[in-house]
């Protein structure tokens, strides 16, 4: 095994990865989840205006979490590379251009439209570009958790770490990656989880990595469950009814009604992971709090994990929960 950072793992089984979407007014998902001033810059972006998203990124300044979950939704439109490409004719070595298009190639790649290698050339030309931002390492992330070695998610994710040590979408890509080593021992041993709460202890105390050790607990029923080690009920599994499971969960929702900075950009995707959890813990009390928050920002994951239709496993859960 490779020497690990601060935190990190190493081999992982043929399964998905992670994702994380909302839904729009259409049923359909929108990566965007509650973030209008995106979703305006991305259709300006597609009607071939630039000024939108220009200001977008100029205002979202050192915001690491909210720049990097900005520039993936951007990136994840098939017709992300040519705008950026556009925009970087009208303004050569602009680096949020530059920064989107390797994004973008990254998204190319993740869909097997693009050569790996170059996207991530272009992550490593964003970084020369901009030192201190760790969103292309983000995107060096992205692609070795989907199609890297071990060494590549280890040192891409301790690049992120060192310029942002908090990153949100950075952990949960590590704990997924993680999630797929083998387990050995009893169910409750695996050291994702051990990572997780390690990350959530030395995270400060508003940080929503408090919430990483149940995303490693549904990370793990994942596998299992594409292993076929657990059932596909994931309220029938006993996943979540171990001692261990059931303090993770009441901590992190006595957490999460405690939480005064509910302004993150990616909060919607731990709401959902949280409400699942509950759900499957057979808690619908607390879940339906959780579903009353969440809204119409329902996320494929972790909702995808236990039925092909994941925002009909949602809404069956949320009715549940609410008593209609």
Same mark, same amino acid.
């Given at each position: 095994?490779?020497?690990?950072?601060?935190?990190?793992?190493?081999?992982?089984?043929?399964?998905?990865?992670?994702?994380?979407?909302?839904?729009?007014?259409?049923?359909?998902?929108?990566?965007?989840?509650?973030?209008a001033?995106?979703?305006?810059?991305?259709?300006?972006?597609?009607?071939?205006?630039?000024?939108?998203?220009?200001?977008?990124?100029?205002?979202?300044?050192?915001?690491?979490?909210?720049r990097?979950?900005r520039?993936?939704?951007?990136?994840?439109?098939?017709?992300?590379?040519?705008?950026?490409?556009?925009w970087?004719?009208?303004?050569?070595?602009?680096?949020?251009?530059? /920064?989107?298009?390797?994004?973008?190639l990254?998204?190319?790649?993740?869909?097997?439209?693009?050569e790996p290698?170059?996207?991530?050339?272009?992550?490593?030309?964003?970084?020369?570009?901009?030192?201190?931002?760790?969103?292309?390492?983000?995107?060096?992330?992205?692609?070795?958790?989907?199609?890297?070695?071990?060494?590549?998610?280890?040192?891409?994710?301790?690049?992120?770490?060192?310029?942002?040590?908090?990153?949100?979408?950075?952990?949960h890509?590590l704990i997924?990656?993680?999630?797929?080593?083998?387990?050995?021992?009893r169910?409750?041993?695996?050291?994702?989880?051990?990572?997780?709460?390690?990350?959530?202890?030395?995270?400060p105390?508003?940080?929503?990595?408090?919430?990483?050790?149940?995303?490693?607990?549904?990370?793990?029923?994942?596998?299992?469950?594409?292993?076929?080690?657990?059932?596909?009920?994931?309220?029938?599994?006993?996943?979540?009814?171990?001692?261990?499971?059931r303090?993770?969960?009441?901590?992190?929702?006595?957490?999460?009604?405690?939480?005064?900075?509910?302004?993150?950009?990616?909060?919607?995707?731990?709401?959902?992971?949280?409400?699942?959890?509950?759900?499957?813990?057979?808690?619908?009390?607390? /879940?339906?709090?959780?579903?009353?928050?969440?809204?119409?920002?329902?996320?494929?994951?972790?909702?995808?994990? /236990?039925?092909?239709?994941?925002?009909?496993?949602?809404?069956?859960?949320?009715?549940?929960?609410?008593g209609?």
């Open positions: 095994m490779p020497p690990l950072p601060p935190l990190l793992g190493t081999r992982r089984a043929p399964t998905e990865p992670s994702g994380e979407t909302a839904e729009d007014a259409t049923g359909a998902h929108d990566a965007a989840l509650d973030d001033e995106l979703r305006t810059a991305r259709a300006a972006l597609a009607q071939g205006r630039r000024q939108a998203a220009r200001s977008l990124l100029v205002h979202t300044g050192d915001d690491w979490d909210r990097g979950h520039l993936t939704v951007l990136a994840q439109d098939p017709r992300a590379a040519a705008w950026a490409t556009d970087l004719t009208a303004e050569p070595g602009s680096a949020d251009a530059t /920064a989107l298009l390797a994004l973008a990254v998204h190319r790649a993740l869909r097997g439209e693009e290698g170059r996207a991530r050339e272009a992550c490593g030309t964003a970084a020369v570009l901009a030192p201190a931002d760790p969103t292309p390492w983000l995107g060096r992330l992205l692609l070795a958790r989907a199609l890297g070695p071990e060494r590549e998610v280890l040192a891409a994710f301790a690049e992120l770490r060192r310029r942002h040590p908090e990153h949100h979408h950075a952990h890509l997924a990656r993680l999630a797929e080593r083998p387990a050995g021992g169910a409750e041993t695996h050291e994702v989880y051990d990572l997780a709460e390690l990350a959530a202890a030395e995270a105390a508003d940080s929503p990595l408090a919430v990483l050790p149940v995303v490693a607990y549904a990370e793990r029923y994942r596998v299992l469950a594409a292993a076929g080690l657990a059932p596909a009920d994931p309220a029938a599994s006993g996943h979540w009814s171990g001692p261990r499971a303090r993770i969960l009441r901590a992190c929702f006595d957490w999460w009604l405690e939480w005064e900075h509910d302004e993150h950009p990616r909060r919607h995707i731990d709401l959902n992971h949280l409400a699942f959890a509950l759900s499957c813990a057979g808690r619908p009390a607390e /879940a339906a709090a959780l579903f009353q928050r969440i809204g119409a920002h329902a996320t494929p994951a972790p909702w995808a994990y /236990a039925h092909p239709d994941p925002l009909a496993a949602y809404h069956a859960a949320r009715t549940r929960a609410l209609h």
